[in-house]
C-alpha cells in the first residue's frame, strides 16, 4: 500500500508542478515587457522566465542588470493599477534611462543584445530559459 501512495504522490506532485508552471507561463505572456514590483520591492520590468535545477524564476531587468526571483513568491503588476499617466511616466523614464532603450535609440541595440548573451553563456548548465527575452516596453 506504501508503493501505491508514494506513486500517488509523485504523480500528483507533478500533475501541481506542470500546472503551477502553466500559469507562470501564462502570467509572463499577460505582463511580459511590464513593469512590476519583485519579491525584493523593486520595480523592474518583467522580461522572461528562467529555470534551474531548484525552481522556476520570472527574470527581471533593473534597466541596468538582469534578477532572477523565485517564482515561489509574487510579482505585482503596476500596469492597470496605477494610473494610466502615471504609468507611462515610468515606461517614458525608462526610454530615457534603461540601457537596453539607450543601445537601441542610439541603433546599436545588437550591441545590447550580444552583452546579455555573453552574461546568459556565463551562467552554469543547470540555468535555462523557458521564454524567450521580452526587451519591449509595455
Not at 33 to 44: A, M, P, R, S
Not at 104 to 130: C, L, P, R, T
Amino acid at each position: 500500500m506504501a508503493f501505491i501512495n508514494n506513486n500517488y504522490r509523485q504523480n500528483n506532485n507533478k500533475f501541481i508542478m506542470e500546472d503551477n508552471l502553466k500559469r507562470i507561463l501564462e502570467k509572463f505572456e499577460k505582463l511580459k515587457g511590464q513593469f512590476v514590483i519583485t519579491q525584493l520591492h523593486k520595480i523592474e520590468r518583467l522580461v522572461a522566465i528562467g529555470s534551474d535545477s531548484e525552481d522556476w524564476y520570472y527574470i527581471t531587468f533593473d534597466g541596468r542588470n538582469i534578477h532572477w526571483s523565485s517564482c515561489v513568491g509574487r510579482i505585482m503588476p503596476l500596469k492597470g493599477y496605477l494610473r494610466e499617466e502615471d504609468y507611462n511616466e515610468i515606461v517614458r523614464l525608462a526610454k530615457l534611462n534603461h540601457i537596453d532603450q539607450l543601445y537601441i535609440n542610439a541603433g546599436k541595440g545588437q550591441d545590447f543584445f550580444d552583452e546579455v548573451d555573453k552574461k546568459i553563456a556565463s551562467y552554469d548548465e543547470n540555468h535555462s530559459f523557458m521564454t524567450d527575452f521580452c526587451w519591449e516596453l509595455n
